[in-house]
Every structure is written in C-alpha cells, then in structure tokens.
C-alpha cells in the first residue's frame, strides 16, 4: 500500500496458484458449490421469456398457405381486365335495350287489358254446345224476330248491331263500328244468294267512341260447326261456320261472291292489330234458300278509290308496332345485324277493324 501523498502505486502480486476445489479464496467472493447450485436452478426454470414468447407466437393458419398452382400476375391482371371489360360492355348495350322492351310489353299491357281479361274470362267459363247454340240463336216458334238488325254468337257471348252502312270509305266505317258491327256497303245483305260480309273490332283503342270495340275480340274461339244467328227485315237467318282462316290485309278474295247465301265475319288478328284479317265463313242453314226468290251476286265486291279499301290513319297498337320495329333494327344495328329495307308500294287492303 502507498503512504499518503506518495506518487506510486502498491500492487500485490498475483498467487497463481489455483484455489483447491471447495476452499475458499481469500477474500472469500469465490465459491464454486455456490455458482453451480445457481446454475442448476436457472437451467431449471428454463429461458427467461420463452413461456411468455411462446404464448405470443400465432398459429399458423392453413387458408393462409401459398395456393398449389400458384397464378402469376400477369395472368391476374389479364383475366381482372377481361372481367370488367364484359361487366362494362355487356350492361351498357343490354341495358337500354331492355328497358325499351319492359316499357313497350307495360304500355302494351295496360292499353289491351280488355283483350286479356277476355281471353281469360273465356278460358274459365264454361262453353255451349252446337245444339245449345242453335237453340239461343233460333227464336221458339211463338217468339216473333225484332226489326232490329242484330248479330247473336252464343258461343262467345255476342249480341251487337249490325250497321248497314252503304259508304265502303274506312272513315265512314270506323264511324258505324262505334254503333256496332258493319255490314260492307258492296256484298248482298242476309237470306241473299251471295257473300255477304260483316266487320267488326277485335279490339280498338279504349278512349275511341263507341261500346263496341271489343265485340270481335274472341272471334278466334269460333270452328267449323259452330251457329250463329242475324236478324235482318223482320226475319232470323241461322249459319253454320264452314271454314276459319287467316289472311292478309291485301287478300281481297274473301269478298268474292258465292253461289248460295253465306256470311263472311271479319276481324283484325291478333286482336289489337291490323296485321292479319280473320275469316270466318259460314252457309245459311235456316231458313230454306228458294232460289227463285232472291238476287244473285254476280258482281266482284269493289274496293273504295281506285277499286282499292281504303286504309285508315295509325292506330296507337299500329304506332306501337312501328315503335317495335324501329326498336327491332335499333337492336340490329348495335349488333352488326341492321340493314335497310326496301320501299313497298302501298297494296290495297281489307278494312281495318281492329
């Protein structure tokens, strides 16, 4: 040890020898027995933080694995791009395509309402026979005929006027449908040897005048052997139906006369438009033809101006049918598929009663 105030340093030298196991250094800081018993008790209480960092750790999750064929980016990106191309594409060509067509089947739906609910009332009541038929259109023995000129179908529940109107002009007979059913101006009347023909509306406009724009509309119902009655002068005429057909607007042959005494009934088909003409033909069965007593029609039923019918303006189902055709080549057109038609001439056409 230095004295004090001395400029040097006392240092002991160091004992090399080792110190024998379980004695004791001589500053007595230097106990093996001691150190290895807290080794052994630290080794047995394990890592510091491993129970904790354990708990801490997360599970591995299977959905969590790389998929087995794994898809690359590129690929990805392709078939995301493909996806909202079609998503984009397909929506904004379909989409106002659709609506026009809910629109039209909508306005087309509320404005022949009638037409539905006749059909339907049809299909769920129950129909005559031919005999019950003969019997509600034939008057009992005692029964007198009114004057009134009256159509009877008891078949489809009809009991309308006829209008002898003498004008083949379509104004005039749109006029005299609102009456009732016409009788055209130059075919023989009933009980004549001859066609004589009678139109009617299937279905008209419901704000158009008139209670008879749907007498016809389930005209179609009729077949061959079905009866109807018309009275005309006094005196009850009984058909049988003898042919159904469909044809034309141009078919001017449906006037031609006959040798006997027959009915040509006319409508619009399908009800509501002026598309197609139904023909309903029928033979007088009642009462006996004498053929002696009555005319004969042996002239060709003429049509208005220039031997042509006349053809009336528009209807609202004839706009609506154009609407469809322009919405037709429209469509046609967004798919590559439209094309010009070509001008028709106006043809002569049988009377519109739709």
Request: proline fraction near 10%.
């Amino acid at each position: 040890m230095a004295e004090p105030g001395s400029d040097t340093l006392d240092i002991k030298p160091i004992d090399p020898r080792p110190v024998a196991e379980g004695a004791q250094s001589q500053d007595g800081d230097n106990d093996a027995a001691a150190a290895e018993s807290a080794r052994a008790k630290i080794a047995a209480l394990g890592e510091p933080g491993a129970e904790m960092a354990a708990l801490a750790a997360p599970v591995l999750q299977t959905d969590s694995l790389p998929p087995a064929n794994p898809v690359s980016p590129a690929a990805q990106e392709r078939r995301q791009a493909k996806s909202e191309s079609k998503s984009k594409l397909l929506p904004s060509r379909l989409k106002p395509v659709l609506t026009a067509v809910a629109s039209f089947l909508l306005i087309l739906a509320v404005f022949k309402s009638p037409v539905l609910f006749s059909q339907l009332g049809y299909l769920f009541n129950d129909k005559p026979t031919v005999n019950e038929q003969m019997g509600e259109a034939l008057p009992s023995a005692a029964a007198a005929v009114p004057p009134e000129p009256i159509i009877t179908i008891p078949k489809i529940n009809v009991k309308a006027p006829v209008v002898y109107e003498p004008s083949i002009q379509e104004s005039q007979i749109q006029r005299s449908l609102q009456n009732g059913v016409v009788h055209y101006g130059t075919t023989v009347k009933p009980g004549e040897n001859g066609n004589s023909v009678i139109v009617g509306h299937s279905s008209n406009d419901w704000w158009e005048p008139g209670n008879y724009k749907f007498v016809f509309v389930l005209l179609d119902k009729l077949i061959v052997g079905d009866t109807f009655s018309i009275n005309y002068n006094g005196t009850q005429y009984l058909y049988e139906v003898t042919e159904v057909k469909v044809v034309k607007p141009t078919d001017l042959s449906v006037l031609a006369p006959t040798a006997e005494p027959s009915v040509t009934l006319i409508t619009c088909s399908p009800p509501g438009f002026s598309t197609n003409r139904l023909i309903i033909r029928a033979k007088q069965t009642s009462p006996t033809v004498s053929r002696t007593s009555v005319a004969k029609q042996t002239a060709p039923a003429s049509g208005g101006n220039d031997n042509m019918l006349p053809g009336n303006a528009p209807s609202f189902t004839d706009q609506l049918g154009q609407a469809w055709s322009a919405l037709v080549e429209t469509i046609g057109g967004i798919f590559g598929s439209g094309g010009e038609q070509p001008e028709e001439t106006a043809p002569r056409t049988l009377p519109d009663a739709s």
